[in-house]
């Protein structure tokens, strides 16, 4: 402060703008997250270079403050001023929408946020290529353990024989599917985000028993998707976001975590050790996971319970954590569809069963998680590579 105070002096009434700028240097060494001292020296110093390492160094400062504490007004108040100083509307977007889905938010900054949403309305991912692994390693930290990795990829990336997954179970057949042919609209904004992921929609179905659902089915590296009628483009928050995190579970081979807790999962990749004769974890009873193992045995397909055993074997504790690999997978493919969806209000929400505030947020792990991510910097560049940044 004494420092803020001297550097005020030296500007007004003293008309010694070096020296103050020396002192704003001084302020932000001292407090590398001083949001008055990084704006009076953007605005005093005059090297380009040096300005824009200043400011760098800011950001980079208050994005370590918003994730240590992701449901704090003032780290988010500062990445918006960081936004200001960069002239990087996208910065300003994520700390914005972020603040108003913690109910955090003034007047003015709902007000902005609210403008920022409808410019992004209606806009659709434009990658110019697929997301690679090496684009996502950032973002998807910590990363899986590679041997669970493997296992887990290769049992619930049979998601559509684990949960029986087909069109007519959803009420949909050759009646109701679209033509290549024929324009679509909610086709075409699915099929953009899917590309965004490598993946291609070969069949796409209009209709069904539920005039609301957004459904994918994975099957022999195709996918299919099926809306109801009620569905239209362009894709409102909510919509685009349960279609987002369909793909990204896909993508990802996540699919069968997306209806159970992590608890459940782990139940489910340890009855599929069972199904096709490979060993438990130590301390896991096989009567606990009643008739899951006979039900797999007859839905997996052959070549997935052939690879299980081999796949048993090489994790690193036996199987040991299997729930904490399932929470971290289900966290990625939940920031997957963060990203696609470019929404975090609409994110949080099937999360926390109401409007997102900070209490609700704060009490939950995997809310947390996802304002951590919508506010870092992988976020920021693969909203970029995405086309969705403004």
């Known amino acids: 402060d004494a420092l803020m105070r001297a550097g005020k002096l030296l500007i007004q009434p003293l008309q010694k703008p070096v020296e103050a700028e020396q002192m704003f240097e001084r302020a932000?060494?001292?407090?590398?997250?001083?949001?008055?001292?990084?704006?009076?020296?953007?605005?005093?110093?005059?090297?380009?270079?040096?300005?824009?390492?200043?400011?760098?160094r800011f950001e980079t400062e208050v994005r370590a403050e918003c994730a240590a504490k992701p449901t704090e007004a003032e780290p988010l108040r500062k990445l918006a001023l960081a936004a200001e100083l960069k002239a990087q509307p996208d910065i300003a977007f994520t700390a914005l929408t972020a603040l108003t889905a913690l109910d955090l938010a003034n007047q003015g900054?709902?007000?902005?946020?609210?403008?920022?949403?409808?410019?992004?309305?209606?806009t659709r991912v434009t990658a110019k290529s697929p997301l690679s692994e090496g684009d996502l390693s950032d973002l998807l930290v910590p990363a899986l353990d590679a041997k669970y990795a493997a296992l887990l990829r290769t049992v619930l990336g049979a998601s559509a024989?684990?949960?029986?997954l087909e069109p007519s179970r959803y009420g949909v057949g050759r009646g109701q599917k679209v033509s290549p042919r024929e324009s679509n609209q909610v086709r075409e904004e699915v099929s953009a985000m899917a590309a965004a992921l490598g993946l291609q929609l070969t069949e796409f179905y209009v209709g069904g028993n539920e005039p609301n659902r957004?459904?994918?089915?994975?099957?022999?590296?195709?996918?299919?998707?099926?809306?109801?009628?009620?569905?239209?483009?362009?894709?409102?928050?909510?919509?685009?976001?349960?279609?987002?995190?369909?793909?990204?579970?896909?993508?990802?081979?996540?699919?069968?975590?997306?209806?159970?807790?992590?608890?459940?999962?782990?139940?489910?990749?340890?009855?599929?050790?069972?199904?096709?004769?490979?060993?438990?974890?130590?301390?896991?009873?096989?009567?606990?996971?009643?008739d899951q193992p006979r039900t797999l045995s007859k839905a997996l397909p052959r070549k997935v319970r052939k690879a299980i055993p081999d796949l048993a074997r090489a994790l690193p504790d036996g199987g040991a954590k299997l729930e904490r690999q399932c929470r971290t997978a289900l966290r990625h493919t939940q920031r997957l569809a963060l990203l696609l969806s470019g929404d975090l209000q609409a994110s949080l929400d099937p999360l926390l069963g109401a409007a997102p505030a900070r209490q609700a947020v704060a009490d939950s792990d995997d809310a947390l998680d996802l304002v951590r991510a919508w506010t870092s910097a992988p976020m920021l560049m693969l909203r970029k590579k995405l086309g969705l940044s403004r």
């Open 28 to 56: 932000l060494a001292v407090r590398p997250g001083h949001a008055e001292a990084a704006r009076e020296l953007a605005a005093l110093c005059q090297d380009v270079e040096k300005r824009a390492t200043m400011i760098a």
């Open 109 to 122: 900054e709902r007000e902005a946020a609210d403008a920022a949403m409808r410019r992004m309305f209606g």
């Open 161 to 164: 024989d684990i949960d029986q």
């Open 214 to 290: 957004l459904a994918a089915i994975a099957k022999d590296g195709e996918c299919a998707f099926v809306v109801g009628v009620g569905v239209t483009a362009p894709l409102g928050n909510a919509r685009r976001h349960q279609a987002a995190l369909q793909l990204a579970s896909i993508a990802l081979s996540t699919q069968p975590l997306l209806t159970r807790s992590p608890v459940q999962a782990a139940r489910l990749l340890q009855a599929a050790l069972v199904a096709a004769e490979a060993p438990l974890p130590a301390g896991v009873d096989r009567q606990e996971l009643g």
